[in-house]
């Protein structure tokens, strides 16, 4: 009852409701490739490059796809790609987040050392040379887990401030004359104060892993046998698709990573102004 009141409180948000619904259509166009009548790996399976017509609602492309089904299975594997990355990212965060801000010391200095270097080199250099050494045998899986494990030390930074407010709180100092444990405490106690951070944070991460695949794939070092957003625009360049005057099939990815892009901040960022205390205080005395 209390998570359907908090989606309630967040629809009431104009931003948060048209960015959740525009995110339930491309996930529901994502649904639909496991219908799809096309084999999306398969060229020459309808006539080439007709313009948006029935029953070819979006057209076709030079290599005999049908852009509609295309579309659903790069929606579908672009959402799968960057929650990889998001899960992957959020578990290294929670666990330096947390030790980080519990503990202090020396290990809160060794941790930080370590987040702080991973903010301040090249990442994007790094991830584009690893990529282009595994780029034949760069997997789905492969490519979230890639992004995943260089997109966590910002949020760890920022779990971590948030671990050393809860530190100081009461119930930490009750927890520890109880006789609790330091993994029970910051489990039991912190845990449900941290999972709504965790989940705005891990929509923003997941932003960022979809514009990075767009980005290695337009730069060619990402496997562009697999259907994704990135992949799409990629092929639409190679065939100089926009040249010829193919505009259906560039604007297509396009404006759909647009839209994708746009819904997952508006819903980042409105549920990170719920959890703003000052914005909860301001919705009580406007209540």
């Known amino acids: 009852m209390e998570r359907m009141q908090v989606l309630k409180d967040l629809l009431r948000d104009t931003r948060f409701r048209f960015g959740f619904i525009v995110f339930l259509v491309l996930a529901g166009l994502s649904v639909l490739s496991f219908f799809s009548p096309y084999n999306p790996y398969l060229w020459n399976q309808v006539p080439r490059d007709l313009p948006p017509q029935w029953p070819h609602i979006l057209g076709t492309n030079s290599m005999g796809q049908d852009i509609f089904w295309k579309l659903t299975f790069a929606v579908r594997n672009s959402l799968i790609m960057s929650l990889i990355a998001g899960l992957v990212s959020r578990v290294i965060a ?32 790094i991830i584009v040379l690893i990529a282009t050494m595994v780029k034949a045998r760069l997997s789905l899986p492969m490519l979230g887990l890639l992004l995943g494990v260089f997109g966590w030390a910002w949020d760890a930074r920022v779990i971590r401030s948030q671990v050393l407010s809860l530190r100081e709180r009461d ?55 697999i259907p994704t957003l990135g992949t799409m625009l990629q092929w639409s360049i190679n065939y100089q698709a926009l040249l010829l005057g193919y505009w259906w099939w560039v604007l297509t990815p396009v404006i759909t990573s647009i839209f994708l892009f746009i819904a997952l901040y508006l819903i980042s960022v409105s549920i990170s102004e719920y959890l703003d205390p000052r914005m909860r205080i301001q919705r009580i005395g406007q209540a």
């Open 94 to 125: 929670m666990i330096v987040g947390m030790i980080a801000g519990y503990k202090g010391g020396a290990a809160d200095r060794v941790l930080m050392f370590l987040s702080d270097s991973f903010l301040v080199i090249p990442l994007f250099i």
């Open 171 to 225: 119930f930490t100092y009750t927890a520890l004359l109880s006789g609790s444990k330091a993994l029970a405490i910051v489990f039991k106690e912190y845990l449900p104060f941290l999972i709504p951070l965790i989940f705005a944070t891990l929509i923003g991460n997941m932003s960022w892993a979809i514009g990075m695949e767009i980005t290695l794939a337009i730069l060619g070092v990402s496997n562009l046998d």
